[in-house]
């Protein structure tokens, strides 16, 4: 992704920071809840804040920090994930480009109560002071409407994957492959789903909570079996009923 002028400085996650108030703007407008604001609050919340690149396997943010900004995703994945000792990482959350993440704790002032991770290989987030997003959301009823309805269907989808826990490996890909056909998949003509995400068998692994050979493995016997195919622009699901019986738990809606 490209940017425009800006000033850089080190974040402290080790990934980079910067201003580019013409980008933030597009940011704003993809999502939900803040393209409902009037443009001259869209170039205010803009001016203020920061974009930040981030690394695979770069934290957002530690359990345990406080919320002091609106987080939204402009490029790649970030995985909410709630570590448990002994027992492989569970993953609560997952935000792509146009989502923000960490809604609730941000409005209530709070500290979080899980990790965030960038799940892909590359991640830009714009970081709106909250302080300031509270102020535009409050005075508009549409948009705070709207964030309400996403802090819901969040609060769906972290139950859900709770359901997820003692799941098999199968059952998680499954549910997680139709959840991102769901968020951000595009229908073909022939009816199969054309999801335009660049994950590799690590990141798709690290998502699901599994080994990368058993994500491997299952892949590609479902390949064999006409489920899903790959290409270097992403993944294709062709048969979501068939896949959908390998599930034990409904992914969630798009958003």
Same mark, same amino acid.
């Given at each position: 992704?490209?940017?425009?002028?800006?000033?850089?400085?080190?974040?402290?996650h080790?990934?980079?920071?910067e201003?580019?108030t013409?980008?933030v703007?597009?940011?704003?407008?993809?999502?939900a +809840?803040?393209?409902?604001?009037?443009?001259e609050?869209?170039?205010?919340?803009?001016?203020?804040?920061m974009?930040?690149?981030l690394?695979r396997?770069?934290?957002?943010?530690?359990?345990g920090?406080? &919320?002091?900004?609106?987080v939204?995703?402009?490029?790649?994945l970030?995985?909410?994930?709630?570590?448990r000792?002994?027992?492989r990482? !569970?993953? !609560?959350?997952?935000?792509?480009?146009?989502e923000?993440?960490?809604?609730a704790? #941000? $409005?209530e @002032?709070?500290?979080?109560?899980g990790?965030?991770i960038?799940l892909?290989?590359?991640?830009? $987030?714009?970081?709106?002071?909250?302080?300031?997003?509270?102020?535009?959301?409050?005075?508009s009823?549409? &948009?705070?409407?709207a964030?309400a309805?996403?802090f819901?269907?969040?609060t769906t989808? &972290? @139950?859900r994957r709770?359901a997820?826990f003692? +799941?098999?490996?199968?059952?998680?890909l +499954?549910?997680?492959l139709?959840?991102?056909?769901e968020?951000f998949?595009?229908?073909l003509?022939?009816?199969?789903?054309?999801?335009?995400l660049?994950?590799?068998? +690590?990141?798709?692994?690290?998502?699901?909570?599994?080994?990368v050979?058993?994500? $491997?493995?299952?892949l590609?016997?479902w390949?064999?079996e006409?489920?899903?195919?790959?290409?270097?622009?992403?993944?294709t699901l062709?048969?979501? @009923?068939? !896949?959908a019986?390998?599930?034990?738990?409904a992914?969630?809606?798009? #958003?």
């Amino acid at each position: 992704m490209r940017h425009g002028s800006c000033c850089r400085s080190g974040c402290p996650h080790g990934g980079v920071t910067e201003r580019g108030t013409m980008d933030v703007r597009s940011i704003l407008r993809r999502h939900a +809840a803040f393209s409902r604001l009037p443009d001259e609050v869209i170039d205010s919340l803009a001016r203020g804040a920061m974009l930040q690149r981030l690394r695979r396997g770069a934290p957002l943010w530690q359990v345990g920090e406080r &919320a002091s900004a609106f987080v939204i995703v402009a490029h790649g994945l970030v995985k909410v994930q709630m570590a448990r000792a002994a027992v492989r990482e !569970l993953v !609560l959350g997952l935000a792509g480009p146009g989502e923000s993440v960490g809604d609730a704790a #941000a $409005i209530e @002032n709070e500290t979080y109560d899980g990790d965030a991770i960038a799940l892909t290989e590359t991640v830009v $987030i714009a970081r709106l002071p909250r302080e300031q997003a509270l102020a535009a959301l409050e005075r508009s009823g549409h &948009a705070a409407l709207a964030m309400a309805r996403l802090f819901g269907q969040s609060t769906t989808t &972290a @139950n859900r994957r709770l359901a997820l826990f003692t +799941a098999s490996a199968e059952e998680r890909l +499954a549910t997680t492959l139709m959840e991102l056909g769901e968020r951000f998949g595009d229908e073909l003509e022939d009816g199969s789903t054309l999801i335009p995400l660049r994950l590799t068998r +690590a990141e798709l692994a690290a998502l699901v909570g599994t080994t990368v050979e058993t994500t $491997i493995r299952t892949l590609s016997r479902w390949s064999r079996e006409g489920l899903v195919t790959t290409t270097d622009g992403g993944m294709t699901l062709h048969d979501a @009923n068939a !896949l959908a019986r390998r599930t034990s738990v409904a992914p969630a809606p798009r #958003a």
